[in-house]
Each structure stands twice: as structure tokens, then as C-alpha cells.
């Protein structure tokens, strides 16, 4: 629920809509579902550019990679 309050606190990411429903019982596993499906969003909304993704979510670039090889999401990788 802190993530929830920093999303809210956050302006650029104040507008994106939690919405957190999972079948998973244990605590870690629905934070591991609420982490992938953030990502996922934010990676969406900055149409795939994963440095304007690592921005949004205040995440170093290293981190970003990390969890989307973790949760098998694809970004678009930044021009060097």
C-alpha cells in the first residue's frame, strides 16, 4: 500500500489507475503481480522507451532491465 500512496503523492504518475485484483494468497506474490503490471503500464504509456520508463518510475536503468528480464516484459531499447 506504500507504492499505492507513492503513485498518488507523485504527479506524473498520479493519474495512472491502481486496480489490484489477484488469486494469489501469499503477500509476495501479489506484490510481485502489482510490481510487474506497474511496470508494465509505465513502459506503455512511454510507448516501449525504457529511459523515459526508468524517469517515470524513478528506477536506475539497471533496475528496469533486472525486472523486465525477471517478468519477461520488452521495452524498446534507447537509442545510445
Not at 489490484?20 to 504509456?45: R, T
Amino acid at each position: 500500500y506504500d507504492i499505492c500512496r507513492q503513485l498518488k503523492t507523485d504527479e506524473q504518475l498520479r493519474e495512472i489507475p491502481v486496480i489490484f485484483l489477484s488469486a494469489l494468497h501469499e503477500a509476495f506474490d501479489k506484490v510481485k503481480a502489482f510490481e510487474k503490471h506497474l511496470i508494465a503500464h509505465a513502459l506503455a504509456q512511454n510507448a516501449g522507451r525504457q529511459a523515459n520508463t526508468c524517469a517515470m518510475l524513478k528506477i536506475p536503468p539497471k533496475t528496469l532491465y533486472r525486472k523486465m528480464r525477471k517478468y519477461g516484459l520488452k521495452g524498446e531499447k534507447d537509442e545510445a
